[in-house]
Each structure stands twice: as structure tokens, then as C-alpha cells.
């Protein structure tokens, strides 16, 4: 799944555009607000080479995962808010690309990416639609790395089993959005979200690999204000 930014956030300003003069109830200085969701995370991995002894061109890929997420938000001003989500982690399969493409899974990773946002909400409160962008501090934080056979057979082949670590990251996140008000207290967003990420895989068998992942994230949420 491809997103372009530049399309979203035109889709965004012209709907809100159309919009804007409806009345409804929207966030505003002082009040909280939750949302319940599902987020898809997408990795879109431009893979190194494991480093010898490896075949050339021993690459890596990530599978994309979706998870629940809660959102929680303040209002700082009328259009200046803080937010941030919960949820449980993406589960990824690491799977074989380059000179391995097919060999299948080579291993699974959950990971959490923590994020705290800045954001901008466009238009007065009383809109009905208001496009927003963000930029938000993210940990990238990876656990219960698992490597499979298939692994151990390309890197350490007769040997003991290979397992291997992944450098947790902090980065940053850059974010596009929209918010749809039914009423003065339920509403709905979509959210587009992507972070610059890039780490190093860690094997056992003494070999490494860098990893650009640059996730992107598609958040359909409904949320409450209080």
C-alpha cells in the first residue's frame, strides 16, 4: 500500500474546505477528548546485506501489521493540542528479499512506537471537518525477536540456533489528518502518520545488517470529548 502525502493532504484541505461552515462542537482549549481505533503500520523497508560470512545481497523485508490503538488528546489553545496512543504491539514476520527472495520467514519481532504529538488544527472550533498536520517524538521499541531455521541455515548452517537483537530508536514523526464531529461530543479521524526510521539488526553469529524501515501508519478512530 503506497501513500502520498501531497494527495492525502489535499484530500484533507479540500474536504474541510467544503465543510468549514457547518456547526458542531470540536476540540478546544482545555478539553480532552479519547478515541478507539485500528492502526495499520506499513514498513517500507529499503534493506542492506547481512554482513559476511553471508551470500551477496542477503536482504531482509517486514511484513505490515494492523493493532487497536486508544488516543488520548489535550487542547492547548483552540488549535494547538498534544496527543498521544496506546495500544498493543505490531507483530512483524521478517522475511527473505534480495538474493534470498522466497526463502520465507526468517524470524518475528513485536515492536511499540511510542509517540507524543504537536499539532496544528486548522479552522475554528464550530467546524464540522478540520484538517490537521502533527510532528511527534517517537521510541521505536523492538522485543521478543525470535529467528526461525531458515535463518540459522543461511547464517550459522550445522550451528546452534541464530537469534538477534534490533537497536531500539528515537525519531520522528511527521503527521497528516483529519477530524469529522457528529455532534458536540462524538467524532471521527482518519490519520496518516510516518516516521523516519532507521536501525541495525544484531546476530548472534557475530553479523549485521542496517535497516531503513520508515513506517507508515493508517489510524481510523472514533473518540469522545469530554
Not at 537497536?167 to 520522528?172: A, E, G, L
Request: charged share 15%; hydrophobic share 40%; proline share 5%.
Amino acid at each position: 500500500m503506497k501513500v502520498r502525502f501531497n494527495s492525502v493532504a489535499k484530500t484533507l484541505i479540500a474536504a474541510a474546505a467544503l465543510a468549514c461552515a457547518a456547526s458542531a462542537s470540536a476540540q478546544s482549549a482545555g478539553q480532552w477528548t479519547a478515541k478507539f481505533g485500528f492502526n495499520q503500520l506499513t514498513p517500507k523497508v529499503e534493506s542492506g546485506d547481512i554482513s559476511a560470512p553471508a551470500l551477496p545481497f542477503t536482504k531482509g523485508d517486514v511484513s505490515r501489521d494492523i493493532q487497536p490503538v486508544i488516543g488520548i488528546a489535550y487542547g492547548i489553545t483552540d488549535n494547538i493540542s498534544l496527543e498521544t496512543a496506546l495500544g498493543t504491539p505490531y507483530k512483524h514476520r521478517i522475511l527473505g528479499a534480495g538474493s534470498i527472495a522466497g526463502t520465507g520467514e526468517l524470524g518475528t519481532v513485536e515492536a511499540l512506537p511510542p509517540t507524543v504529538f504537536a499539532q496544528y488544527r486548522f479552522f475554528s472550533p464550530n467546524a464540522t471537518f478540520r484538517p490537521f498536520v502533527g510532528i511527534g517524538a517517537t521510541y521505536a521499541y523492538f522485543m521478543k525477536e525470535r529467528g526461525s531455521g531458515k535463518l540459522t541455515a543461511l547464517t550459522n548452517p550445522g550451528g546452534a540456533p541464530t537469534t538477534f537483537n534490533i537497536d531500539n530508536k528515537f525519531t520522528y514523526t511527521g503527521q497528516l489528518g483529519v477530524a469529522m464531529n457528529f455532534n458536540e461530543r462524538w467524532f471521527a479521524d482518519v490519520t496518516v502518520n510516518k516516521s523516519r526510521l532507521r536501525t541495525d539488526v544484531h546476530f548472534s553469529t557475530g553479523q549485521n545488517q542496517h535497516m531503513k524501515l520508515d513506517p507508515v501508519a493508517v489510524l481510523l478512530a472514533v473518540g469522545y470529548k469530554f
